[in-house]
């Protein structure tokens, strides 16, 4: 998954496609997450938030219901203000650069 991951935000840097790189990163976040890694899940969900609001890409019912669910487990592996504090970092990222970053990040997997 990670490969196949890192290969879509490779392409994603290259094409420069606003909208599948937010989703990119929502998967980034997801994999992160799952490894264990939530502090870097948390930046890059921040980051995610913010360019879907940017890009006026809202989120689907069942996508609120997914992120809802993901800021509480994050909440409970990092405490709720850390949680908050790295995802408020995040979104100060533009998106260009957390794709960047994730790349970074999968790489380092």
Known sequence: ARAHL?????????????REGIFALEATVELL???GRHAEGA????????A????????????EREAASLF???AE???EANAER???????LT????????GQMLAGT
């Open 6 to 18: 890192l290969e879509c935000i490779r392409l994603v840097e290259q094409v420069g496609v606003a």
């Open 52 to 63: 879907r609001q940017t890009f006026g890409t809202p989120c689907m019912r069942y996508e």
């Open 72 to 74: 509480v487990r994050l």
């Open 77 to 79: 592996r990092l405490g």
């Open 86 to 92: 790295l995802r408020a970092a995040g979104a100060e």
């Open 43 to 50: 930046r890059l969900d921040g980051a995610a938030r913010a």
């Open 95 to 102: 998106l260009t650069l957390a794709i960047s970053e994730a």
């Open 33 to 35: 997450v799952t490894l």
